[in-house]
């Protein structure tokens, strides 16, 4: 059975930084396509940035392209999203999601793995 389990989330200023992580196990994960999603209260799902199996391709939203890095370490079968000068509007639950051999899709039906969410907040 495959478990994605995410880490790193919590409360900061605008401005900062937080490192997310997703660990998957039971399954290959140099074999997965791995995303990140957001969801803030009210609103759906949202595509927030995507790495491919291979890790040669990403792909992210415009509002967080050049704040937001993601990247994975197949030795520690984890994913990574560093976020940089963080803004309010980034506040949300923040989602790890996996396909097998995915090629950075951003809609949340590409993805067939999920984690169960972390909370990010970025208020004054």
């Known amino acids: 059975q495959v478990q994605l389990v995410e880490s790193g989330g919590g409360l900061v200023q605008p401005g900062a930084s937080l490192r997310l992580s997703c660990t998957l196990s039971?399954?290959?994960?140099?074999?997965?396509?791995m995303a990140w999603f957001r969801q803030a209260f009210g609103t759906e799902r949202a595509f927030v940035a995507a790495?491919?199996?291979?890790?040669?391709?990403?792909r992210y939203r415009e509002s967080v392209e050049g704040r937001f890095t993601i990247s994975r370490d197949n030795a520690a079968s984890t994913a990574y999203l560093q976020m940089n000068s963080l803004k309010p509007e980034d506040t949300g639950h923040y989602y790890c999601?996996?396909?097998?051999?995915?090629?950075?899709?951003?809609?949340?039906?590409?993805?067939?793995?999920w984690g169960q969410g972390i909370p990010v907040t970025v208020s004054s």
């Open positions: 039971g399954a290959t994960f140099p074999h997965y396509g």
């Open positions: 999601a996996g396909r097998y051999f995915g090629n950075s899709e951003d809609r949340p039906g590409d993805y067939h793995e």
């Open positions: 790495i491919d199996w291979r890790g040669t391709g990403t």
